[in-house]
């Protein structure tokens, strides 16, 4: 393998998710032999302290039912087998020399002397850990006096202890190379199937970019783990993103189909006024009304995209107020009252009771005014259009129902898209986002607007807007 690839290897997270899987694996091993090897020898360490506090019984008993010929007696009967067992024994007279004297085997290369001078030191009932440089084997002693002031000392060397300890000590080495062998296999092994999902997620990412299609999906799991809800967050987000696209490209389709006609008008315009040598000034002017009205249509598709995106974002600027929605609403109606009557239709409006809303009230106007709109240009001539408010728990609805063509069923989840115009509109005079502000308005407000249409027999929009809202929007 080059150095290259190592160094790509190694900045993976993979590689770094297997060292750490490794390093807590061979960490938590060697603390666990840590803590087994120190239990190991301090309960071995107790065992030979009680083993020197039996024989320490054993011994004063005798003395105790006998005299200290009786215990010197059992003493040299007992030398050889003390000495194997790594038994310390010795017995002191009054005067503080020694009268009998058993060393375990490691210990007999120190000198009597030296032995005695450490003895001297030992006080009854008490414990010592004599070590020395002649070999290194310690030893635990203790001290008890006898009848007669004679003193008996116990004590009991670590060769056993030691042998013991070794012998862990080689088990463990012996195997502490497979042990890290299998942590580092079993550290990798964790970490490729762990990020098994993530893989799947950059082979959908890296698919999409290649081919320019989301139309990829991550495999799911289904396990309802992390790793699968990121999965399924991930779809949905490439679902989004691809319907973001797809309205994206309808929308620019539509501006550019929206916008060619008021352009050509301008244009159209200004060739034939260019082309009149003769055009005198009331006919420059008329020229210039005709471009005027253009350019304030064209500004008005502008600025209404503008709403609606700056809405949609969540940018919007909303002054909040309480709003009076029976003083709102009768200034629609009447401002459309006079196009209603030409058209011979009657506007009804109910409101149930004093009804206040926390809003801006003029978008608030703007949603109210677009919806009537709709339902003046839509209902034929001798029709009906009924506005209604009432509150409804935590919340104020405002309906907008009319009696005319209504909205066909294959229409009915696209007409609140930007600039998405149905056949039936399309003799009609507008832009297409009427809707679409509509509903960017109400839900920057909290709120959400829905629509119930059947063809022939109208369409009932609802405004749904609860009555509190955040302080600043």
């Known amino acids: 393998m080059s150095l290259r690839a190592i160094s790509l290897l190694i900045r993976t997270a993979g590689f770094r998710l297997a060292l750490w899987y490794s390093g807590i694996f061979i ?8 803590f087994a090897y120190i239990l190991l020898g301090s309960s071995i360490q107790q065992k030979d302290q009680e083993m020197i506090e039996a024989k320490l019984n054993d011994y004063a008993l005798q003395a105790q039912h006998g005299d200290i010929a009786a215990l010197l007696h059992e003493a040299k009967l007992e030398r050889d ?10 017995i002191v ?3 503080s020399t020694t009268l009998f004297l058993t060393v375990p085997h490691s210990w007999q290369e120190v000198s009597r002397t030296e032995i005695e001078a450490r003895a001297r030191s030992l006080h009854p009932d008490s414990w010592q850990q004599w070590s020395t440089s002649a070999t290194r084997a310690t030893l635990q002693v203790t001290s008890r006096m006898l009848d007669g002031g004679y003193a008996l000392q116990i004590g009991r060397g670590s060769e056993e202890r030691e042998k013991l300890l070794e012998r862990f000590r080689r088990i463990f080495a012996a195997i502490t190379l497979p042990m890290i062998l299998l942590g580092f296999a079993g550290g990798f092994l964790l970490a490729f199937r762990a990020l098994n999902p993530v893989r799947a997620l950059t082979q959908t990412v890296r698919r999409g970019v290649d081919t320019g299609k989301l139309d990829a999906r991550a495999p799911r799991s289904h396990t309802g783990d992390e790793l699968d809800e990121l999965a399924l967050l991930f779809n949905t987000l490439l679902e989004k993103i691809e319907q973001l696209l797809a309205g994206m490209r309808a929308a620019l389709d539509n501006v550019a189909h929206d916008l060619r006609t008021p352009l050509t008008r301008l244009r159209g315009v200004v060739e034939t006024t260019l082309q009149d040598n003769a055009a005198g000034t009331d006919t420059l002017r008329e020229s ?12 008005t598709l502008v600025n209404t995209l503008m709403d609606i995106s700056e809405a949609e974002t969540g940018v919007l600027r909303l002054d909040l107020k309480p709003v009076d929605l029976a003083a709102l609403l009768g200034q629609v109606v009447e401002l459309y009252q006079y196009v209603a009557e030409e058209k011979g239709l009657t506007i009804i409006t109910t409101v ?3 009804l206040s809303v926390h809003a801006d009230a003029g978008r608030l106007r703007q949603v109210v005014a677009n919806l009537l709109d709709n339902a003046v240009k839509y209902t034929p001539t001798g029709g009906r259009i009924e506005i209604s408010a009432a509150r409804q728990g ?4 405002v309906a907008v129902a009319d009696s005319g063509v209504g909205v066909p069923s294959h229409d009915l989840p696209h007409i609140f898209e930007r600039l998405y115009r149905a056949d039936a509109s399309r003799s009609q005079r507008g832009l297409g986002l009427g809707l679409s502000l509509v509903k960017a308005v109400v839900e920057a407000h909290h709120g959400t607007v829905t629509v119930n249409s059947h063809p022939g027999r109208g369409a009932v929009f609802t405004v749904h807007m609860p009555t509190s809202q955040p302080a600043a929007s």
């Open 27 to 34: 960490i938590s091993s060697l603390a666990l032999f840590l």
């Open 81 to 90: 087998s003390n000495e194997d067992t790594g038994f310390f024994v010795r």
């Open 93 to 95: 007279r009054p005067d």
């Open 288 to 299: 210039l009304m005709d471009c005027a009205e253009e350019s304030e249509r064209l500004v």
């Open 352 to 354: 149930a009771g004093p």
């Open 394 to 397: 935590d919340e104020v609805t």
